[in-house]
Each structure stands twice: as C-alpha cells, then as structure tokens.
C-alpha cells in the first residue's frame, strides 16, 4: 500500500511545487517522493506518473467545469484535438504523468540497489 | 544506486522536459502550456468570476473606485486625472494587454520577434515607412506639453502597475500560445498606437503610384474622367451651396510641372502589402432639435474598421470632480475616443484625404549617402534598423531621410525586384503632433466653442468630427492638417530632386470645411468628399461617394426622430449604388439571349427589394453580375497593360454610363469586333450565372451566406491560424457602400447613439465583448446583439447609484 502513499506524497508536493516554480517542478517532486520513499523502479515510475496524472487532471478538470467549458473547447480546436474537452484533459495529464513517471523512475534508480 | 538505467531514465526525463518546455513551429511549449497551474487553463476564467480586488499602488495620488457593471464596463470615479488614467491603463492592460503589444509591435515594425522570419518583410515596410520616427516627433510634442505629459505618465505607470502583477500563469493566453513575455509599457508605445490609428487611416488614402502606372496608359484628361476628383453624385459633407472663404494659401505650381510632372511615364515598383484596407470608413451624423421627438440633437456614429476579436474598443465610464466622460477607448491611450459627457457628444469618421506623396530621389551612388537636390548633392539622414527575429538572428536595413522623408522603397526594397526607382515618402503623420491632447480637451468640452478649441490641434488622421451640445448646437468639421496642393499636385510620383515640388503650406486650419446649425436641422458624414467643387483647394482622397447620399436621402425625409429610429438608420440594408446601376443593366441586357439559369437570376433581381439583407438572394446576384461588367468594361483597357492600376470607382463607371452608353472603354480592345454595352452586361449576366450557380449549389445563395462574414483574433490576420478563437459565418448583410458596412470581415466597429436630453439617453454595442481573453465568457458575448442591430443601454453612472443592482463587482484602488 505504499504506492498509494508515493501518489498522493507525488500529487501533494507537486501541487505545491506549481505554486511557486515552474511546471517543471512536478518532476523535481516525484523525484524526491521516489527518493525518499524506497519502491521498485516500475512502481516509482506508475507512483510518479499517477500522481501527476491525478493532480492535472483533476485541476485540469476542475477548472473546466468553472469555466463552463469555454476555453477548453477552443484550445482543443487548436492543438487539435476535435474540440473534445475529455480529451484535452486526458493529453494534459498525460503529459504531466510522462514527465513525473520518469523523474521518478530516476530517483528510484538513484535509490535503490539491488 | 543504479548507474545505468539511472542515467537513461534521467535523460529521457531531461529531455522530455527540454521538449515540452520549448515552442515547436506553431505548437506551443506542451508542458508550459498545458500545466493547470502555469498554462492556458489558469486563463479559462470561472464563468463566475469575481472582479472583486482591493488593490493599492505608489503610483496613485488618491484614491478611486471602480464598479463594474454587468457587462463589465467599468465606470471609473476617481478624485482627480492622473489617478483616472492610471486607472484607464491599468483597466486596459488587465482586460486588452495583448493587443496593446501586438499593435504597438507591430506598429514599430518588430512583429518578427514573435512570428519569426516571415514577419521581416512587414517589419521593414513598417520601418521604411517611419512609424517610429513618426511616434518619436509625436512624443516629443506630447512631452512639450505639460497636460498630456503627465496624463501620458499616468496612463503608463498604470498600465505598468498591472504588468508588474503577472504571474506565469495569469499572462494573457496569447503570449503562451505563441511564447513571448509582455514588455513593460511607455509613453513612445501609446505614441505608436496612435501612430498604427494614422496609418490605418491615413496611409493608403494616396493612390501616387497606382496613378503613376495608370498614366501609362490614359492620357490626362482620360484621367480626369476615368478617375474624377468630384462625382455628379457628391452629396458633400459641407451642404452644397455654402460659400467658401478664398483660400489663404495659393500654392504655385512649379515651371517644370508639365514637363517633369505630369508629362512623365514611368513604371512604378510596389508591394502588394502596402496598401491598407480600401473599406475604411465610418458613418457619422447628427441631428438638431427641430428634428427629433424629443427636441434636442441626437447624434451617431459608426466607424468602419477591421473587426477584430479582442475589439480595438473598450467601453468604459471616466469621472472625476470635474469631468465625467463615456464611450469607448483605445487600448494603448488614455482617454475616450468617441462618446459623451454629460453636455456634449461627439464622434468621427475618417476624412480620407490623401495626406501622403511620393517623390523619386537620385542617389549618387549605391551607399544612399547623398541624393541630387536642387542643383547639389546633399548628405541624406541614414536611420539604421535592426529587426531582431524570433529566431536568435538580427536582420539589418538602412533607411535613408532626405528633404522629403525617409525613402522607402528603394533598390534594396522590395529586394526582389531589379528595379532601381528610390522613392521617399512624405507623410503628415511625421510631423509633430499632438492628438491626445484633442481627447482630453473634447472629454471635458462643454459646448461648441470647447469642442471647436479641443479639436483645432488634431493633425493625422484626417477626421470628421460630428458634434452636438444639450444646448441645442449641431456642428461638424473635417479636421486634420492637410496639404496645400497646387492643381493636381501629388495625384502622382513627383520629381524630388527639387525643392519647387515640396508642400509649399497647409490649408490653414480655419478653412478646414465645417458647418454648424444648418437650416435643414441635420449634417452627416460617410467619408465622402467634404466639399463640392466651389472650395478652393485641390483635395484629393479616396472618398466613398454612396454611403452620403443613402444617408442624406433617408435623414432629410425623416422629422419626429426618436433614438429607435437612428437605430434602424445605422442598420440599415439599402443598396443605394443598385438602385442606380439596375436600370441601366436591365436596359441593357439582352433577355431573348439568356438560357433557364440566367433568366431565373434575372428573375431573382427583378424581384429585389434593393436591401443587401442577409437573406437576400438578389444582393448575391446584383454583386455577381455588376462586379462582371465593370471587369467586362475595364478589364482590357486597364488590368491587362497594368496590373497595377486601380478600378475606377463603381460609380464613376455608373456616371460615365449614364453620360454615355457608347463609352469607348466598353469594347474589347483584345478582340476584332466592335463590343457595346448590350454584349458587355448580356455576357457579365452568363459569366456570373456560372460562379452563381456553383454558390447556389453549395447553399449559398443568401447574401450572408455568399460573404460568409466573420469576426478574426486580432493577431490572427490570415483568418486561419486562430479560427477557434474567431466568430464565423455571421448572419449579417449588408456591405462596404451601404450603411450597414458588413463586408467579409470589416464593418462598424462601434454603433452609438446619444439623445442629449436631461438625463442623456445613449445607446451602443460593439461585436466583441469587454474581455481580450479567449477563455473568458465576456470575450464575445455582444457579438449577437451586434449581429441583431441591438443596442445596450449605456450607463452614464452617479457615484450615489454603487447600490444600484447593475454594479456588480467594485474595484478599489488606494494610494500606498
């Protein structure tokens, strides 16, 4: 049950870490949950990458919902995505996840020996 | 520790984060731009939006508030000027700061520094043109004076104390799509702003070398019918009859004219990119009191400009102790631009005046150093330019001023063309020049005197500025500083290696036309000629004869006028040009020659009530067929030989018809028989049945179907790039020659109404909405009242009414 520990540790720190720095620094925070809490590499990666898959897309959704889906519409026109609003927020969790999947996967390798 | 797949995973991860972070052609940084908390979602505003804030800024010298009202148009009571135009910049960059630094850039001539290397050729034209040169000289001039200085001052450190609020995540959309950071604001930015206004206005109103190339082809007096300084049809803006005084000024014509001048054929070189949209324009008119229901003036405006979504406009309510002031501003500016106050109203249209001559310069030798000027070389003014390009690369150009202006085009530009002519351009809006001080002065005019005084110092754009006072005065006056030409001079490329062909003065301002309280209880402008041909100057200008006489026609046969009918005025559909060129077609067109299809469009038209209504198929079909005759007419005789020239105008072509059916230009010159004017309107009828048919095919044959009007992101000037951030296929009729100017993408970019009875009752809408952000829902939401010839009431606003349940958020700013 350690994994659902490492997600929501991920999600925490990485929300925190988007007040104030980059978006860049959801990878910093699953590095160091994976640091910090011993996992296997696969499961620091699917920790990783859940957390930030979780975080983005629930905020992603979230502030869609108060927005009425008007923006969300338009950009998904743009990338595009066929105007899908589902499907621009699964992109931008996935794209998040990726990224935290592998930070962490690298601070598992940084920790763990075996 | 695992080394190895340690140092994959964590360069997959570096690199990922390399990737995500940076712009790839036109997608933008991934990871930047779609983190919740640092991308384009932190822009979609919650659709209950709180515009609540307590804000307090060293800048302030007192304190304000703000409300805003349901349609989030702030109504600013502020103790005193400076803070009320702090608060005007800070308003506009928290609402518009997009566009306030893609206008300014683009004015300047740096668009590449954000679209990259296809930018470079537009910069250049910019920077050629001398639009920073020209905001420079204008700078200066607002400094000079101690008033606009310091509300230049303000509007800046306002629009500054905004900037300096922004987060990653709450820039404006735009700068993460495309990947820039916004760059703090400064006085020579709203300069420039103002200078991008004259440009569009007053850049493009010339047609030198469009007629230099036509002049290959017609002889001088072709010319002078072909493209006429003064139609049969002008219904002027000053009523016909009114005596001139004689001019103050006689420009002489130079002893060379004939022979250097007028005489002279030459091919000129040009870009297709210089000439600005033809269908600026704008409405303007006023009714007095013997008029109107009610009794007093009521006055309207619509200017005609390239729609845009965010709108060039910005509604908002500007009062202090000693002023109170409403209508819609530019962001970049302070102050209002049109509206009222609570005496008088004002508003304008563009005056159209060719304010710009092109003279060819001699250049001693390639390096643009000296030019030959009157009798010697003289050192020319080299400008260097640097365009730095999105890219990292810097591109250099050199621009050399001479006597005249700054040459624009020249061997090095437009660089693909082995044509040596160097033309150097001279522009009014060079000149030092003052226009917000107009602003400020004319938001706080309280009578026709005010206004004559406010207005007396306006010098580029041209405009005609309409006005009325609750006192009861009508008036309106084309004001800018105009050039006082010599008969003809400046129709075409003058010689420029003498000082004989410069301007030699400007109509003295007192003689700019004007008229106050005519008799007939109405003046109105539609960027037609001001005048008829009894004034004493030689005016020429791209003027736009139709729009006056519907205008005319329709307010001279109107009494009891209430603010209702002026709304039905501003929207309406009459196509004044086919009332007048139908009867000439249908005399002309052979029936028994027509087949099924042709005859049925003919049937089409025979039934139209003559409104370009957006479900009219008779618009569609009158378009299709009048633009095929005039090309039948005009085609060989102009396009063929040189592609270059202009078309005459619509309704010189009517004119000429009119005077004389056998008019020599309707035969084909390309073929061996003899064309008239019955082949010429039988064949344009078969030519346009096929394109008809096609449209009716498609299901367009409705006029608003057939334009398919729209309304593009205003950085977005191919109409493709950003089309989810456009509204298109708008259910509008209309077009550029009737009152309602909807043409594909450009028409009135403000419809105002004010009655100047006790309280004012006024009236508009603009087809945008308040908010610049795409993810907001006030970023379009008037585009439908605009597309239904809906009006708001707007709200000139007491301080005692922040009860009133129209306010619905309160800004408060305090001195820190």
């Known amino acids: 049950m350690k994994i659902f520990v490492t997600i929501i540790l991920t999600a925490l720190l990485a929300f925190i870490g988007g007040l104030y720095l980059p978006w860049w620094s959801i990878a910093v925070a699953a590095f160091i949950v994976a640091l910090l809490v011993r996992q296997r590499a696969g499961r620091s990666f699917l920790s990783g990458f859940l957390g930030v898959f979780i975080l983005w897309g629930a905020l992603a959704f979230w502030i869609d919902i108060k927005n009425a889906g008007i923006l969300s519409k338009k950009i998904a026109s743009l990338l595009p995505l066929g105007g899908s609003a589902i499907l621009?927020?699964?992109?931008?969790?996935?794209?998040?996840?990726?990224?935290?999947?592998?930070?962490?996967?690298?601070g598992s390798y940084l920790r763990y020996s075996k | 520790m695992r080394v190895i797949p340690f140092v994959v995973s964590t360069v997959i991860t570096v690199a990922l984060v390399f990737a995500l972070n940076?712009?790839?052609?036109?997608?933008?940084?991934?990871?930047?731009?779609?983190?919740?908390?640092?991308?384009?979602?932190?822009?979609?505003?919650?659709?209950?939006?709180?515009?609540?804030?307590?804000?307090?800024?060293?800048?302030?010298?007192?304190?304000?508030?703000?409300?805003?009202?349901?349609?989030?148009?702030?109504?600013?009571?502020?103790?005193?000027?400076?803070?009320?135009y702090f608060i005007q910049g800070y308003l506009h960059a928290k609402f518009r700061l997009f566009q306030m630094e893609i206008q300014t850039k683009a004015a300047e001539g740096r668009v590449s520094e954000i679209a990259g290397a296809r930018g470079i050729n537009y910069d250049r034209t910019q920077r050629r043109l001398g639009m920073r040169f020209a905001a420079e000289n204008a700078l200066k001039e607002v400094e000079k004076d101690p008033v606009t200085k310091v509300m230049f001052d303000a509007y800046t450190n306002g629009v500054n104390a905004y900037i300096n609020t922004l987060t990653e995540g709450s820039t404006p959309l735009e700068y993460k799509l495309m990947d820039f950071k916004p760059e703090k604001w400064t006085n020579l930015r709203t300069a420039l702003l103002l200078k991008m206004m004259a440009q569009m206005l007053s850049s493009?109103?010339?047609?030198?070398?469009?007629?230099?190339?036509?002049?290959?082809?017609?002889?001088?007096?072709?010319?002078?019918?072909?493209?006429?300084?003064?139609?049969?049809?002008?219904?002027?803006?000053?009523?016909?009859?009114?005596?001139?005084?004689?001019?103050?000024?006689?420009?002489?014509?130079?002893?060379?004219?004939?022979?250097?001048?007028?005489?002279?054929?030459?091919?000129?070189?040009?870009?297709?990119?210089?000439?600005?949209?033809?269908?600026?324009?704008?409405?303007?008119?006023?009714?007095?009191?013997?008029?109107?229901?009610?009794?007093?003036?009521?006055?309207?405006?619509?200017?005609?400009?390239?729609?845009?979504?965010?709108?060039?406009?910005?509604?908002?309510?500007?009062?202090?102790?000693?002023?109170?002031?409403?209508?819609?501003?530019?962001?970049?500016?302070?102050?209002?631009?049109?509206?009222?106050?609570?005496?008088?109203?004002?508003?304008?249209?563009?005056?159209?005046?060719?304010?710009?001559?092109?003279?060819?310069?001699?250049?001693?030798?390639?390096?643009?150093?000296?030019?030959?000027?009157?009798g010697k070389w003289e050192?020319?003014?080299?400008?260097?330019?640097?365009?730095?390009?999105?890219?990292?690369?810097?591109?250099?150009?050199?621009?050399?001023?001479?006597?005249?202006?700054?040459?624009?085009?020249?061997?090095?530009?437009?660089?693909?063309?082995?044509?040596?002519?160097?033309?150097?351009?001279?522009?009014?809006?060079?000149?030092?020049?003052?226009?917000?001080?107009?602003?400020?002065?004319?938001?706080?005019a309280k009578n026709y005197d005010d206004y004559e005084e406010a207005i007396k110092t306006f010098e580029c754009p041209g405009q005609n500025f309409v006005f009325a006072s609750r006192t009861g005065d009508i008036?309106?006056?084309?004001?800018?500083?105009?050039?006082?030409?010599?008969?003809?001079?400046?129709?075409?490329?003058?010689?420029?290696?003498?000082?004989?062909?410069?301007?030699?003065?400007?109509?003295?301002?007192?003689?700019?036309?004007?008229?106050?309280?005519?008799?007939?209880?109405?003046?109105?402008?539609?960027?037609?000629?001001?005048?008829?041909?009894?004034?004493?100057?030689?005016?020429?200008?791209?003027?736009?004869?139709?729009r006056g006489i519907t205008i005319e026609h329709k307010l001279s046969a109107m009494n009891s006028i209430t603010p209702?009918?002026?709304?039905?005025?501003?929207?309406?559909?009459?196509?004044?040009?086919?009332?007048?060129?139908?009867?000439?077609?249908?005399?002309?067109?052979?029936?028994?020659?027509?087949?099924?299809?042709?005859?049925?469009?003919?049937?089409?038209?025979?039934?139209?009530?003559?409104?370009?209504?957006?479900?009219?198929?008779?618009?569609?079909?009158?378009?299709?067929?009048?633009?095929?005759?005039?090309?039948?007419?005009?085609?060989?005789?102009?396009?063929?030989?040189?592609?270059?020239?202009?078309?005459?105008?619509?309704?010189?072509?009517i004119e000429m018809l009119k005077r004389d059916s056998a008019l020599k230009y309707i035969d084909n010159i390309n073929t061996p028989q003899v064309e008239t004017l019955y082949d010429v309107v039988t064949t344009a009828l078969k030519k346009a049945t096929v394109s008809l048919k096609i449209k009716e095919a498609e299901g367009k044959l409705e006029w608003a179907k057939f334009k398919a009007p729209g309304i593009y992101h205003i950085s977005d000037k191919a109409k493709s790039a950003l089309l989810p951030f456009a509204r298109t296929n708008l259910n509008v009729g209309g077009s550029g020659n009737i009152i309602n100017a909807v043409t594909q993408s450009h028409g009135p970019s403000w419809?105002?109404?004010?009655?100047?009875?006790?309280?004012?009752?006024?009236?508009?809408?603009?087809?945008?909405?308040?908010?610049?952000?795409?993810?907001?829902?006030?970023?379009d939401d008037f585009v439908d009242t605009w597309v239904k010839g809906e009006y708001y009431t707007l709200w000139m606003m007491k301080k005692s009414e922040a009860t009133d349940k129209k306010v619905k958020w309160m800004m408060k700013f305090e001195k820190q």
């Open chain 1, 88 to 106: 621009l927020i699964l992109v931008t969790a996935l794209v998040g996840a990726l990224v935290a999947g592998f930070a962490a996967m690298s």
């Open chain 2, 475 to 546: 008036a309106i006056r084309q004001q800018g500083k105009f050039p006082a030409r010599w008969d003809r001079q400046g129709i075409y490329v003058m010689p420029g290696e003498d000082s004989s062909y410069r301007w030699q003065g400007f109509i003295p301002q007192q003689e700019n036309p004007h008229a106050k309280n005519p008799e007939r209880g109405f003046l109105e402008s539609a960027n037609q000629r001001p005048v008829d041909s009894s004034y004493p100057y030689f005016i020429p200008g791209s003027y736009i004869v139709t």
């Open chain 2, 22 to 84: 940076k712009k790839w052609g036109p997608v933008p940084p991934l990871g930047k731009f779609l983190s919740p908390q640092h991308g384009f979602w932190q822009n979609a505003e919650p659709a209950d939006a709180d515009f609540n804030a307590n804000l307090s800024f060293p800048g302030l010298k007192g304190n304000a508030e703000v409300y805003f009202d349901e349609r989030l148009v702030p109504h600013v009571f502020a103790d005193n000027d400076d803070d009320a």
């Open chain 2, 204 to 374: 493009g109103t010339e047609s030198d070398i469009d007629y230099t190339n036509t002049k290959a082809i017609f002889t001088e007096d072709e010319m002078k019918v072909i493209y006429p300084q003064v139609l049969d049809s002008l219904v002027p803006i000053i009523p016909k009859g009114t005596v001139f005084d004689s001019a103050g000024i006689v420009p002489v014509k130079p002893v060379t004219a004939d022979s250097l001048y007028f005489s002279r054929q030459i091919a000129m070189v040009k870009n297709e990119w210089d000439k600005q949209d033809e269908n600026n324009g704008s409405n303007n008119w006023v009714v007095a009191g013997s008029k109107t229901q009610s009794g007093v003036p009521i006055l309207c405006n619509d200017p005609h400009l390239e729609l845009s979504l965010p709108s060039i406009w910005y509604e908002m309510q500007i009062t202090t102790p000693a002023s109170t002031t409403y209508g819609v501003s530019l962001p970049g500016s302070p102050f209002i631009i049109i509206g009222f106050n609570d005496d008088i109203a004002w508003g304008v249209t563009n005056a159209q005046r060719d304010v710009k001559d092109y003279y060819e310069i001699k250049f001693k030798d390639r390096s643009k150093k000296e030019y030959w000027y009157n």
């Open chain 2, 751 to 779: 419809r105002m109404i004010v009655q100047l009875s006790s309280p004012t009752e006024a009236y508009g809408v603009y087809p945008a909405g308040q908010s610049g952000n795409p993810g907001s829902k006030y970023y």
């Open chain 2, 564 to 653: 209702a009918d002026m709304m039905k005025l501003q929207y309406d559909y009459f196509n004044t040009t086919a009332e007048e060129f139908l009867p000439i077609l249908f005399k002309y067109v052979k029936e028994n020659e027509l087949n099924g299809d042709e005859k049925k469009y003919l049937d089409i038209i025979k039934s139209w009530n003559l409104n370009a209504s957006p479900e009219s198929k008779g618009q569609t079909v009158y378009q299709n067929w009048s633009d095929s005759v005039i090309a039948g007419i005009w085609f060989d005789d102009i396009k063929r030989i040189s592609p270059q020239a202009p078309w005459p105008d619509r309704q010189t072509t």
């Open chain 2, 379 to 444: 050192p020319t003014v080299p400008r260097f330019e640097e365009i730095k390009v999105k890219d990292g690369s810097t591109v250099y150009d050199t621009v050399a001023y001479t006597a005249f202006g700054p040459v624009m085009y020249d061997e090095s530009f437009p660089n693909d063309t082995t044509r040596q002519r160097n033309l150097a351009v001279r522009w009014v809006a060079h000149d030092p020049s003052n226009e917000g001080k107009t602003f400020y002065e004319l938001n706080r």
